[in-house]
């Protein structure tokens, strides 16, 4: 079964800042997708980047970008210039090709901004 | 919009009442899905539905039950209510093969069992 660890329960940056919150996964997959979702405390779940396992290129959203690195099983995620509507849980996320392609889920960071 | 409707928002329980919870999508989505988020534990599957008429366990379905019998609609039900399923419950859909897109979300539930 695939699993996805995030290191860092909490997180803080200053305004204008930037900041990365790591990932780690396990699997025996080639091909999956990796996810970073954001939850502000409106507890709206919104998908801040994704990332194809077999595009060697990091994958970049204006501010946000992804630090992807396939044999480590790594996928961190950079936010530039950071703003204070950048604070909320942030979780990684993992979803595979086969069967019912569900989304496995890291326990989440929490991002402070501080002005 | 289209989306995913979960209903109710809020929802206080005594402990051994019964409840659903329904999720309603009109994006003609084939999968579905309900996950429990709590503090320091992420988002995890409870139960999912790969079409009309199916469904199976995730990975904590104990005290969970569900139904799919139309395709835009996933119902999860608390059969016996314990505190221990405090939580907020999350839907979601999405077509087979658009993994690309990862998931359209509810909004959540917020359950509280007393």
């Not at chain 2, 992420?42 to 999912?48: E, K, M, P, V």
């Not at chain 2, 835009?72 to 077509?95: K, R």
Request: proline share 4%; hydrophobic share 30%.
């Amino acid at each position: 079964a695939q699993t996805v660890t995030q290191s860092q329960p909490e997180m803080s940056v200053q305004e204008a800042e930037t900041v990365t919150l790591s990932c780690t996964y396990d699997t025996s997959e080639s091909d999956y997708y990796l996810f970073w979702y954001k939850q502000p405390p409106s507890r709206q779940m919104i998908l801040v980047i994704r990332q194809e396992a077999y595009k060697q290129q990091n994958a970049t959203e204006n501010r946000f970008s992804v630090n992807f690195q396939k044999a480590a099983k790594s996928f961190s995620l950079k936010i530039s210039d950071s703003q204070l509507g950048d604070a909320a849980m942030y979780f990684c996320a993992y979803r595979g090709q086969g069967g019912s392609e569900k989304l496995v889920f890291g326990k989440g960071t929490k991002l402070t901004v501080n002005p | 919009n289209a989306g995913v409707t979960q209903t109710p928002k809020f929802r206080v329980l005594k402990t051994g009442q019964s409840m659903t919870l329904l999720c309603a999508q009109d994006m003609n989505h084939e999968y579905m899905y309900w996950y429990r988020q709590d503090p320091g534990m992420g988002l995890r599957l409870i139960h999912y539905s790969v079409g009309e008429g199916t469904t199976a366990k995730g990975e904590v379905p104990d005290g969970y039950n569900v139904s799919r019998l139309k395709k835009q609609n996933f119902l999860l039900g608390l059969e016996s209510a314990a505190p221990s399923q405090t939580s907020v419950y999350f839907c979601a859909s999405s077509y087979p093969g658009r993994f690309d897109y990862g998931y359209t979300f509810g909004s959540g539930t917020r359950l509280t069992v007393v």
